[in-house]
């Protein structure tokens, strides 16, 4: 792969064909007439929402790095969001370590001044400080949108500064205003990880380009299991358990790793992706590099996606006999624990909204659990998804819409008002809307909740009835309080306001 | 204090106290000119950081965004912002309108007055504030946005009402405990039969504030937020204002009512039967928790970490009114030279005679130094005068100091991560006692 040669990550747009804005439907997107007017052709939004931008995601994976700082080069309020990570940062260091510990981030604060006569002096004395400081072993030096639009060159301070200092300088863009696709920002730690901590000169000289890291051995039995903070440590142990019962070891990469050992992954004799929107792109270059192979097909949320994911593991290693004992018996096991809750939920309505792949896997989920889904929003689409949509469109009786939307809640508004589904699944601040609206909701993410595997699946149950029991909150919540969009928009088509893209409703 | 970078700035940037400060008003809806990214930003900051108060009417990701990318970058972004308010117009039901610039925007120079001018020309009430990120925090963000309210909005040339005031000061969720801060103050203006314009409260409503120009006083309850915007009101509307210590605790709240109450022309027997009264109710609650705080010894050593409003103002009240020993006042904001004066001086003289010392450190990790500095540790073996009992009074950042001394802790200031907050306030009287509850509710916790 060459893309870890050049000096940044390429967008997604340009490396997948990523796109945002498109009104669908499941059937639509499973025949691929989604992809085909979709990838060529994104739309666009004459009237948009504010959402999140690449830096929120690479920062929730740099800031639970041990013995790292994570040095912002932007104005001031650019990472302001890691109040709420640290809280992640807590209590993942807390279920790893048995203590809460904050966060390290700093803010070169760029000013008026620095606009005008460039940030790079202000970035040099600021590593050499920080290293002076806090004397950790890595120093993460991220660029906001500021230096990306005056033209500071944080590649080049880095490689400046780096012999003055002791911490290994890790170089990551994340100029909110280059890309609209945020899941880009896995790339981008993932360029700054490949680039510094497991570059490819630093294997054996002698090597045929396919060994592990310079002096390390292949452990043919270790697997890396790739988690970008999208899972807590509570999911992790659930796969850690599975992958355990085929006799793997397992490396988790790369949250929560120390930047020292990250090296490791470079061993390992597999790396299972649980979500192809996160780990195509360092996947890659741990195949090409170092011959680690790599799985990115299933993500493991649900029963049917959780098995398919274990085979897909399990041949890799000859155990496909194993591996059909263990599900059936797990399956086995979880059925009959979730007979209790699913007469609540038979024929419920639910609409489901989350980055691709989970807002996919975990419809199929609710769908193995008693609901229908009615709806799905996706942040993005890319053609990873396409075989996830396919198995909707299977699996579904009738056609749903699916929305391809950064967030946007004008257009959720509108959706939900048409379909008033029974519940709702969204992201962390993406809960509101159907919350006004009377609709009971639940997150589809949390580090602190169980989501993967069986165990995702039982809990994820347990807690859904546990609110259906009671969703009185949002409906007083909805008899009080009002959304602010006109009574006009809710007559309007809800993909009145995409353009340019071939499938525009 | 570094001053090449600031360590976990416990505030954001200017156009994120501007879209707080937006959302707030009645009927409030934010326009961003900026990358789609700044919305989500703000509403990741408040989720960690304001008491669990996310978003309202119109906030977070419900915030219109021209969400501008790298073409309007090259090609310049005011046709996709001109778009973009016409389309927030059919679809978002508001108030007030306000568009708010980001560093992406300014740098590569929207001319956004002339295009909110145009929409106001044509009956749209709508305003603009030119809030780029590199020009400050959250605090100059509200600042510029209550400029642009006063310049644009308020209606001009109103009669003067002698009982109108306006009040403002605290910072929409980047003062978690804004709204009950705000309402108690009103509450006790009120008493003092002024009429109360607060801009932010379910009691004010948007006509009162284009009516605002009416007030014969502003009050400006902090020593260095909202200034800009009270020099604006007083230029155009002929408004004077007068700035005062946000009043945290009877004594500060005492002496706060005798200022507001001469200055707003009260008669000064209205104000000491005012101040009778509260006083009367603040010391019935007192008096039976006083043999406990005298049984469990509930004098404590303090240590202060907070906002230009608040570590003033908390350090006050636990010297002249608990009779604590705040030994150390740490100011973590940026501030001006002259700003940094005001805030000394006002720990100078304490009625209780106890001297704070007040530095200013942008930098939490930086603390435990000064704390060192100003309390070396005495003596030897089993005499040792050490800092304590102690207490941290701070944000949630400020916990790993407290774990490192062992004392307990409460967070007030920004970022507040681990409390819950309503309409809670520590501002008059009746602040002041839920501020003795937390506090000494920390220190029984275990009991």
Known sequence: MSYIDLKTAPKREDRLNACIAHGGSICEMAAGKGKKSCLQNDGDRSFTQGNICLLLPALAMLNTLPDNVVLQHSAVGCGSCTHS???????????????????????????????????????????????????????????????????????????????????RLLPVHCEGFKTKIWATAYDAVYHGIGRTLLREGEQSPDADGLSPYRGLERLPYTVNLMNVSSMGKIDEL???????????????????????????????????????????????????????????????????????WLRDV???????????????????ELKAALAEFRPLFEGKKVFISAGEFRALATARLLEEIGFTVVGIRSFHHDHFAEVEYEKLAKSSTEDYVVDIANVQPFEEANLLRRLKPDLFLGHANGNGTASKLGIPTHAIYHTALAYIGYKGVYEIARRLHRQLKNPIYNRKLADNVRLPYRGEWYETSPFTYITKGDAAA | ???????????????????????????????????????????????????????????????????????????????????QIENTLKIMDGSIYAVLTSCVTEVIGDDIKSIVANFRAEGVPIIGAETGGFKGNSYLGYDLVLQSL???????????????????????????????????????????????????????????????????????????????????????????YVSLPLPVGASATESFLRVVGKTAKVSSKLTESVISAEKKRYYRYLEPLTDCFNDLDLQRYAVVVGDANYVVSLAKTL???????????VCTD???????????????????????????????SQVIHHLSEKWPSTGSGRYRNTFGPAFIVGSSLDRELALEIGAPHLSVSFPVANRAVLDRGYTGFRGGLRLIEDLLGAIVAGR
Not at chain 1, 255 to 260: D, G, K, L, R, T
Request: net charge negative; charged share 20%.
């Open chain 2, 1 to 83: 204090m570094s001053d090449i970078y600031i360590e976990r700035p416990r505030y954001t940037c200017a156009q994120g106290g501007a879209a707080a400060t937006v959302t707030a008003l009645p009927g409030g809806i934010p326009i961003l000119h900026s990358p789609s990214g700044c919305a989500g930003n703000f509403a990741w900051t408040q989720n960690g950081g304001s008491g669990l108060q996310v978003g309202g009417y119109c906030g977070t990701l419900a915030i219109p965004s021209s969400s501008i990318q790298e073409r309007d970058v090259v090609f310049g972004g005011d046709g996709r912002l001109r778009e």
């Open chain 2, 334 to 364: 940026p501030l001006s030279d002259d700003i940094q004066v005001r805030l000394a001086g006002q720990l100078q003289n304490l009625e209780s005679g106890y001297a704070t010392k007040l530095i200013f450190e942008t930098d939490g």
């Open chain 1, 238 to 308: 659930e796969l850690e358990r599975l992958l355990n019962s085929l006799r793997l070891e397992v490396n988790v990469f790369p949250v929560f790793s120390h930047p020292e050992s990250m090296v490791k992954a470079t061993q390992a004799a597999l790396s299972i992706s649980t979500c192809p929107t996160h780990d195509d792109y360092f996947l890659s270059y741990l195949e090409e590099r170092f011959g680690v192979p790599a799985l990115i097909h299933h993500m493991p949320i649900g029963i049917e996606n959780t098995g398919l």
């Open chain 2, 150 to 240: 006063f310049r644009d909005f308020l209606d001009r040339g109103v009669v003067k009402n002698k009982k109108r005031v306006n009040l403002w000061g605290v910072i929409p969720n980047y003062d978690p405990f804004w709204r009950g801060n705000l309402e108690e103050v009103r509450r006790l203006l009120e008493a003092l039969g002024l009429e109360v314009n607060t801009f932010f409260l379910s009691d004010d409503t948007i006509e009162g504030i284009r009516q605002s120009g009416s007030a014969s006083l502003n009050i400006v309850i902090s020593h260095a937020y909202g200034l800009g915007a009270a020099g604006v009101f007083e230029e155009i509307h002929g408004t004077p």
């Open chain 2, 319 to 329: 010297a002249d009114d608990l009779g604590w020993l705040p030994e150390l006042a």
């Open chain 1, 314 to 332: 399990a041949a890799r290693f000859g155990r496909e006999q194993d591996v059909e004992r263990i599900i059936e018996h797990e399956e086995k």
């Open chain 1, 85 to 167: 990570q640290n809280a992640n940062v807590r209590f993942g260091s807390n279920a790893r370590h048995g203590k809460p510990k904050d966060g390290i981030w700093l803010s070169t604060a760029m000013n008026e001044t620095d606009v005008i006569t460039g940030g790079e002096d202000k970035l040099e004395q600021a590593i050499i400080e920080a290293d002076r400081r806090y004397q950790p072993f890595s120093i993460t030096v991220v660029s906001g949108c500021v230096p990306g639009i005056i033209g500071d060159d944080i590649d080049s301070v880095v490689q400046r500064v780096q012999p003055e200092v002791n911490a």
